[in-house]
């Protein structure tokens, strides 16, 4: 007899089987893209049977600030979300890497489109995930038609669920046109990121990226490169506005995010990047080991950023 595994989620406060975490048709947040959301990635340790979720308190903060911006009222706090998704890891007990998508949301049915006085729902699902763009050899972009959101319009700095058409008109429009992703301009004509990732540009030694005031959302893997570049691989890095022109002769160039880690562009609009040998620069690939080693767990210096999870025997509650 095949014993089939129950996969959990999070919803109006309990755990329950994915099948039945499901919300009505009238629901506002469903409606008009009224929520905010993060994506967090759980590295599995075979060695010690252990997930490391990296940098989740960073994300649940960010997600808990950037809950202001739509008025909506939370009914767990930061630790109650990292306790809830560290029992939802348990008993999903996938045993390989995850993706972990927490959410804010406007649960009321509600027909006006407003954002006060509605209610607020939390809900997060995981799932086993592995690469979200090929890393291994550099990746095709182009510089997208869209541009943006800007910050008067609907901020980029909130990671906000209907914000995320801006993402996929940008990203699709490259798929179709034979690119791997795009690099979008801001409603001003300067750099601002990918599609669901922020830009980094190496040039002269210097590591270069645009400002938290560029139309970005402020990843949490950004801060960390900046971090592990200045700090332990002595970088100069430098936030600053970009030009598109700059893309075109820089040496090196690569995206991070949660779900993109850190993936290497090769070409730009045609143009290859840097020595045209299509290699990972030496910057880049120095920083990507330096990050792998960190969120896999072997990097005794960086242990404050991992949340471990550990397996638990006999967890995956049969149906
Ligand atoms: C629009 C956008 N920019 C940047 C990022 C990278 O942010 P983080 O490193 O916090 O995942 C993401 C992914 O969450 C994103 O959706």
Redesign the pocket.
């Known amino acids: 007899m095949t014993m089939q595994t129950t996969e959990w989620a999070y919803l109006r406060g309990e755990f329950v089987p994915l099948p039945e975490a499901t919300i009505s048709i009238k629901t506002h947040g469903f409606l008009y893209g009224t929520s905010v959301f993060?994506?967090i990635r759980g590295y599995w340790s075979d060695d010690k049977e252990t997930t490391y979720l990296f940098r989740a308190r960073e994300?649940f903060e960010?997600m808990l600030r950037n809950a202001k911006l739509l008025m909506l009222d939370s009914p767990l706090d930061l630790e109650g979300m990292v306790a809830t998704t560290t029992e939802l890891i348990q008993r999903n007990n996938y045993r390989k890497d995850a993706y972990i998508q927490p959410r804010l949301y406007k649960s009321g049915q509600f027909i006006p489109p407003y954002i006060d006085g509605v209610e607020t729902d939390y809900c997060c699902y995981t799932q086993a995930f592995g690469k979200y763009l090929d890393a291994s050899k550099g990746i095709k972009v182009c510089v997208s038609s869209w541009r943006r959101l800007s910050d008067n319009s609907l901020t980029?700095r909130g990671?906000i669920g209907g914000?995320?058409v801006n993402?996929c008109l940008s990203s699709s429009e490259a798929h179709l046109n034979g690119f791997d992703d795009a690099i979008v301009l801001g409603e001003d004509g300067y750099i601002a990121?990918?599609?669901?990732?922020?830009l980094f540009m190496v040039k002269h030694n210097t590591l270069i990226t645009p400002t938290t005031t560029d139309g970005?959302?402020?990843?949490?893997?950004?801060?960390?490169f900046i971090e592990l570049a200045q700090q332990e691989l002595g970088i100069e890095v430098c936030a600053r506005r970009i030009q598109r022109s700059e893309l075109y002769d820089c040496d090196e160039l690569f995206f991070?995010?949660?779900?993109?880690q850190m993936v290497p562009i090769a070409s730009v609009d045609h143009r290859t990047v840097g020595s045209g040998t299509g290699d990972v620069g030496p910057i880049s690939q120095k920083l990507k080991d330096l990050y792998e080693r960190i969120v896999k767990g072997n990097h005794p210096a960086y242990e404050h950023w991992l949340t471990p999870v550990p397996a638990l025997a006999g967890a995956g509650t049969s149906s």
């Open positions: 993060e994506g994300h960010r980029p990671k914000a995320y993402s990121e990918g599609s669901a990732m922020n970005i959302l402020e990843g949490i893997t950004r801060g960390t991070t995010g949660t779900a993109a």
